[in-house]
Each structure stands twice: as C-alpha cells, then as structure tokens.
C-alpha cells in the first residue's frame, strides 16, 4: 500500500479528472466486459423485463465502482477501498457478486481506463499499484469477512 500512497499523493486528483472526462467509454467498456463474460449476473427470468434489469444492474454496479476510484484518487485515500470492501461483504451473500467479478470488474475497468484516458508514466502505474490493492483488499475481506464492520467506521 505504501506504492499506491505514494503513487496517489504523486497524481490521484490529476488522474480522477482525467478518468472522469472519459467516464462513459471507460464505464460502457466495462458494462460490456461485464455482460459477455458473466451473461447469468443478475439475470432473474421471473422479472417483467429481465434483460432489462440485468443491464441496469451492470451499469448500476460499475458507475458505483467508478464513484469509490474518484473517491480513493481525489482524497488520495486508499483506505476507502478497504472500508467499502468489508462494509459491501455482509450483504453479498443476498446477491451473486463473488470476488472473481469484484477482481474482474476492478481489472476491467483498469484496463478500460488505460485503453480510453491518455496517461503518462506516472498514471500507468498508479492504475497498476490500484489494482494490486484492490485485489490484496478483496483477498483480505474474503478471508475475514466475519469481522465486525462497527470496528472499521472507527478507525
């Protein structure tokens, strides 16, 4: 975490601007990526429009994703990750979001802003060192997940 800090002091609010200028192509390629390697996520056939339902999910879902980036990289706290990590775990459980979509949404949306956001040396890395602690951080919460949430708005 100590490179993410570094990284994010160095060029997280320069970075969130530049992220957030290209929000849509950054967030639809993800959406994308999302719907053709998970087709079943929040499908429900018993839902009135289920198609329908399941792409307000994807984009509800990573737009969420690209509100906590701007947050981590505009307040350069990537502590944030950690608190919505294991504040998100409990409910979980209530809908089919494992840690393989957690990586694979966090991975597909670096990668979108890598392909859609001109960056410089600097920011290539940045976006490698977030990606690195969000998967430490999913890791991490997936093996404690029965700790108790209480503690982490206190610390």
Known sequence: MDALVRSLEQCGPALAVAIEARREPVCDATIDRLSLAFPSLYYNPGHPDPK???????????????????????CRLPRVLERECFA??????YFPIASRHRWAIAHWYLAAVGANVPLDRDSRGLISDLEHAIIEVVNHAEGAS???ILTLAHS
């Not at 998100?88 to 459980?93: I, K, N, V, Y």
């Open 52 to 74: 329908l339902r399941q792409q307000r999910a994807y984009r509800e879902v990573v737009s969420r994703f690209h509100g906590l980036i701007q947050v981590v990289l505009i």
């Open 146 to 148: 029965a700790m108790p």
């Open 88 to 93: 998100s775990w409990g409910t979980l459980p």
